[in-house]
């Protein structure tokens, strides 16, 4: 069975997404449930959603309802629910950036589920690329996002190898990229959610509203993150710089860790990332390369 | 946790309703649900949608897909999910018909669960009426469904009182009528439940589908229905034939029930029912007055 109350949501904030207030009983009538019932669903929203409630009036406060966003030279698509964003961004134009307020299907690396619950900011991101740079892509967005949490949120935000962002060790960000050859170029669409105002139901993990303590707009973050992406070209022109930040903000290096690849497991030092994404680990029987496509997880053990 | 699969399926006819048809690859691009997940739902929604899928491609058959639909001097309005069609209707324009394919908090009478699950017809209608004519709606729909159930698909359909609409007993059609007062008209929401093509999940309900043994294209009995509540002022100008035919084609008189009241249960045999709707029971203590609107339950025990 549904729950209803999920579904309820997603039907209010349908309705809420593309007018700048409505009455309580013009969204009850849209939706076709009750007053009562809708205002403990738009109560409960407030706990994910900047949504206000007063007056007999409902709004979705425009700082963190995306559909009020015009990113100049990109094309936002706003949608409640899909399978996955990073799936529904392969259906659209170069230069698209997709949101899905709740994901169905959410993929994590490795085919792995990315819970995409209320709350979140769960986006991806549509851009040609040249062949020779987008290699480098899969460390430039978890630096990008290090460099937005830090910059403009005072977030002690960390990369945690090979692409996720972390604080205090827990996971507050994922990055999935994945490219298509089009022709002469690459695209690459770019899956990149973070846990803003949902509660994350997965042991170390945590939201930008736990460290935070209060409801954080998404749509400033979301304007940072399509700012820089505007302007990756520049950083993936170059490389070596590129890896030398995304080392200097990486959480993993000079640690003991632990990966289980699809070889086995490997514990060891971490001393060095390579051009190509490879983590260096350093073990009893010698200097392991990992591969970051091969491996199933890392834990960071001291 | 919500069902993925209900919801999934909600989105498909969200994106089927309004094309003819749909690549299987534009819709996996639309939902952003992978090919191989989204044809394993369309197949499941096969079970209870005339959804035709071959060659790659989706369709709605036009004779289910209630968006193809376009009655005369009716508004109708094609939701594919609301709290309740008949509370969704409230805020439409006179001589609106609604249909919702799902419904979250669908309302049987007496506050009672409306199980609004997919494959139904689950339809509201919104006209006015003439402040003298507007008790007798009641008695006029499920006299319209049981016709049309007759005359047009051979159902050996009959009322059972005061306005359920049955077939060997088993329960096939529900209706609820709310009035509204609106200036010096009465403004009658008619909310009517035809389990079409849907597995009713309640004991002693039947389905169109069950006794005909083949999915039903539900436009040609919407339509149906449209064009007699169209004429409805008609029946109901004439009410003592209305109540006659009402009579005739009940399945409740000359037999012994019981009747589950606010004021307790009452058991005879039930002989007569009146212009207001209620029915007169004969008991060994004498006949008995039973008022439809306080009448939690009817049971017919022969």
């Excluded at 729950?3 to 997603?10: H, M, P």
């Excluded at 003991?256 to 990332?273: L, S």
Aim: glycine fraction near 8%.
């Amino acid at each position: 069975m549904i729950t209803e109350a999920l579904l309820s949501k997603l039907l209010i904030l349908e309705n809420l997404r593309g007018v700048s207030e409505i009455t309580v009983r013009e969204l009850a009538w849209r939706t076709g449930i009750r007053e009562n019932v809708l205002i403990h669903h738009i109560v409960d929203l407030q706990r994910t959603h900047l949504i206000e409630i007063g007056n007999n009036r409902v709004s979705w406060n425009i700082a963190d309802n995306p559909s009020t966003l015009k990113p100049w030279g990109w094309r936002l698509e706003h949608k409640i629910v899909t399978g996955s964003v990073l799936d529904y961004v392969r259906g659209c134009g170069l230069w698209t950036v997709a949101l899905s307020e709740y994901q169905m299907y959410g993929r994590g690396r490795h085919g792995r589920r990315w819970i995409g619950n209320l709350g979140g900011l769960w986006i991806a991101l549509r851009l040609p690329l040249l062949p020779g740079n987008a290699s480098y892509v899969s460390i430039a967005a978890p630096l990008i996002i290090v460099e937005i949490l830090r910059r403009n949120y005072g977030i002690n935000a960390w990369i945690k190898w090979p692409n996720d962002v972390v604080c205090n060790d827990k996971k507050l960000v994922g990055v999935l990229v994945e490219a298509e050859a089009y022709q002469d170029k690459i695209v690459a669409n770019i899956g990149i959610g973070i846990n803003v105002n949902n509660s994350p139901p997965l042991p170390n993990t945590t939201s930008l509203k736990k460290l935070m303590g209060r409801l954080i707009p998404r749509n400033s973050l979301l304007s940072l993150i399509i700012g820089w992406f505007g302007r990756i070209h520049k950083l993936l022109e170059d490389p070596k710089e590129l890896l030398k930040k995304y080392m200097e903000n990486m959480a993993t290096l000079n640690r003991r860790v632990r990966a289980k690849t699809v070889a086995g497991e490997i514990e060891g030092i971490a001393i060095d990332v390579d051009e190509y994404g490879y983590l260096t680990v350093e073990t009893p029987s010698g200097k392991k390369l990992i591969d970051p496509d091969t491996t199933l997880e890392l834990r960071h053990l001291d």
